[in-house]
C-alpha cells in the first residue's frame, strides 16, 4: 500500500513542467520516501499548478480542514510545496516539481545516503535530455565582461536583476554541499544563491537562507565574478533568484558539460570571441572557463564555440584583451519569458506536460472545488 502512495507520487509529479523520470533501479522511489511522510505524499498528489487554500484542497483529498492546513504548513517548511501568504488571507499551496524545485529546497538537510540517490537519480535527466532542467535556467555575463558599446538588455544585467528588487536572502549552494558531503568538489563560496522578493521571504520563512540587504547581493556577485562562478538566474525577465555555479559541483553545468555542443542547450544571448594575434597563451581563461570551451595550441588560446555559454569568465580576466562577448545575431537570441509563470508553461508544453486541455481541465477543477468546498 505504501508503495502505491509513492508511486501515485512520482506520477504526479512526472505530469508537472520539469517531469520526474522513472528508473529501473527506483532511485525515484527513495528519494520520495526519505523526502514524504505517507501522510506527506497522500495530500501532494492532490496539489495543482494553481495556488488554493486548504479549505480547497481538503475537499479534494477528503480530509479535516484543520488537518490539511497543518499538513500543508509542515511540507511547505520542509520546502516540498509552494506556499503563498497574501496580506489579510487564508495561505495558498500549490505543487512544486522536483528540479528546478524542491530538491534545492533541501539545502542544509542533506545526508550522505540522501545525496548518494540523487547523484544515482541525476543521469535519468540526462537521458530524457539535460536541456529539460536547463530552460529553466539561462547564462548573463558578468558585470565586467560586458562592453560599454554592447547592446545588452536590462534582464541581461546581474545588477540590474538586483536592483529590480527590495527584499533579499542567500542560502548555501547545494551543488558544492553535496559534492562536499561525498568529500569532493571545490573550495568556491558555499553561501552563494541569491533570492529576491517572495522567494527570498521564503527562504528566511522555512529557514533555508538569511535576509541580506541589497548591497550584500550586490558583493556576493561581485565575489562570485572574482572566483569564476557561472551567473545563472531562472529563464525569465523577471527572477526570483540568480545561482552562482561551478562546473564541478553544478548538477545543471555537469549534465551539459557532458554534451559535444552544450551551447546549443542553453538560453544565453552572448558568445565569446577570440583575437589570437594578440594572445599569449597564458592560459587564466582556461583555469576560468567552467565548460571546457577553451584549450591551447601552439601556445595559443583555441576557443571551441560549440562549448561557449557566454557566461564572460574568460573575458574580465584576459590580460592582453584578446577575449570579448558578443552579442549573438538577432535570429539566434534566446526568447527569454516574462515570468516563472511562463517559464514553466513553456517548459510544460515543450516536453508534453502540460496541454491546452490539462491547464484548462485544472482550471475548471480548482474553480469547481472553490465553489464547493466548506467556507
Known amino acids: 500500500m505504501a508503495t502505491d502512495i509513492y508511486e501515485g507520487l512520482a506520477q504526479h509529479l512526472d505530469g508537472l513542467p520539469g517531469g520526474?523520470?522513472?528508473?529501473?533501479?527506483?532511485?525515484?522511489?527513495?528519494?520520495?520516501?526519505?523526502?514524504?511522510?505517507?501522510?506527506?505524499?497522500?495530500?501532494?498528489?492532490?496539489?495543482?499548478?494553481?495556488?488554493?487554500?486548504?479549505?480547497?484542497?481538503?475537499?479534494?483529498?477528503?480530509i479535516p480542514v484543520e488537518e490539511a492546513a497543518q499538513r500543508l504548513e509542515e511540507m511547505f517548511k520542509k520546502g516540498l510545496i509552494v506556499g503563498v501568504y497574501p496580506k489579510n488571507k487564508?495561505?495558498?499551496?500549490?505543487?512544486?516539481?522536483?528540479?528546478?524545485?524542491?530538491w534545492e529546497s533541501q539545502v542544509d538537510r542533506l545526508d550522505r545516503e540522501l545525496v548518494q540517490d540523487f547523484e544515482e537519480y541525476l543521469p535519468s535527466y540526462n537521458n530524457i535530455g539535460i536541456s529539460q532542467v536547463a530552460g529553466q535556467l539561462r547564462t548573463i555575463p558578468v558585470g565586467k565582461s560586458i562592453s560599454t558599446q554592447a547592446e545588452v538588455m536590462l534582464y541581461e544585467r546581474a545588477e540590474e536583476l538586483v536592483r529590480a528588487h527590495k527584499t533579499f536572502?542567500?542560502?548555501?549552494?547545494i551543488c558544492r554541499q553535496e559534492m562536499r558531503i561525498m568529500g569532493k568538489g571545490c573550495d568556491k563560496p558555499e553561501e552563494s544563491c541569491l533570492s529576491f522578493g517572495t522567494a527570498a521571504k521564503t527562504v528566511v520563512r522555512t529557514d533555508r537562507g538569511r535576509a541580506i540587504s541589497q548591497e550584500e547581493a550586490l558583493a556576493i556577485l561581485r565575489r562570485a565574478e572574482e572566483a569564476g562562478l557561472v551567473l545563472q538566474p531562472a529563464n525569465a525577465k523577471k527572477v526570483l533568484f540568480i545561482c552562482t555555479c561551478c562546473g564541478c559541483c553544478c548538477g545543471v553545468l555537469r549534465g551539459l558539460k557532458r554534451d559535444p555542443k552544450p551551447a546549443s542547450l542553453v538560453s544565453t544571448p552572448f558568445v565569446a570571441s577570440l583575437n589570437p594575434g594578440?594572445?599569449?597563451?597564458?592560459?587564466?581563461?582556461?583555469k576560468r572557463c567552467q565548460m571546457e570551451a577553451i584549450s591551447l595550441a601552439?601556445?595559443?588560446?583555441?576557443?571551441?564555440?560549440?562549448?561557449?555559454i557566454g557566461c564572460g569568465l574568460c573575458v574580465n580576466t584576459c590580460p592582453t584583451d584578446s577575449l570579448s562577448l558578443l552579442r549573438k545575431p538577432k535570429a539566434k537570441q534566446p526568447y527569454v519569458p516574462r515570468d516563472i509563470i511562463e517559464t514553466h508553461i513553456k517548459l510544460g508544453k515543450t516536453h508534453g506536460k502540460l496541454g491546452i486541455g490539462k491547464m484548462v481541465?485544472?482550471?475548471?477543477?480548482?474553480?469547481?472545488?472553490?465553489?464547493?468546498?466548506s467556507k
Open 298 to 308: 601552439d601556445k595559443k588560446a583555441v576557443l571551441d564555440l560549440n562549448r561557449c
Open 169 to 173: 536572502a542567500v542560502s548555501n549552494c
Open 20 to 62: 520526474f523520470p522513472r528508473t529501473e533501479s527506483g532511485v525515484e522511489i527513495r528519494i520520495l520516501r526519505r523526502l514524504f511522510t505517507s501522510e506527506f505524499a497522500k495530500l501532494a498528489v492532490h496539489l495543482t499548478l494553481i495556488p488554493e487554500e486548504p479549505r480547497v484542497i481538503a475537499r479534494r483529498a477528503k
Open 361 to 373: 481541465g485544472m482550471q475548471v477543477r480548482s474553480k469547481l472545488d472553490r465553489l464547493l468546498a
Open 90 to 102: 487564508p495561505p495558498l499551496y500549490m505543487a512544486l516539481q522536483f528540479l528546478v524545485g524542491f
Open 278 to 286: 594578440t594572445c599569449k597563451g597564458c592560459g587564466v581563461c582556461i
